[in-house]
């Protein structure tokens, strides 16, 4: 597993573990939930993307 791919899995759940925390406070149209919300689904992505490369590099 590449350096990259740690980092993204570590930055993934410590959103996760952010977003849940602020839903629970405010409510989930708010401006700091929608903009974790966001920063999770690209590092979803930017992950989702580096596994495919990788498989289809092999």
Excluded: C, G, H, W
């Excluded at 899995?9 to 573990?17: C, D, G, H, Q, T």
């Excluded at 149209?29 to 092999?58: C, P």
Aim: proline fraction near 2%.
């Amino acid at each position: 597993m590449s350096a990259e791919e740690r980092f993204l899995l570590n930055e993934i759940e410590n959103s996760r573990k952010k977003m849940l925390i602020l839903a629970k406070e405010k409510p989930l149209f708010s401006t700091e939930v929608v903009e974790i919300s966001q920063y999770l689904d690209y590092l979803l992505n930017r992950y989702d993307t580096i596994k495919t490369e990788i498989i289809d590099a092999s």
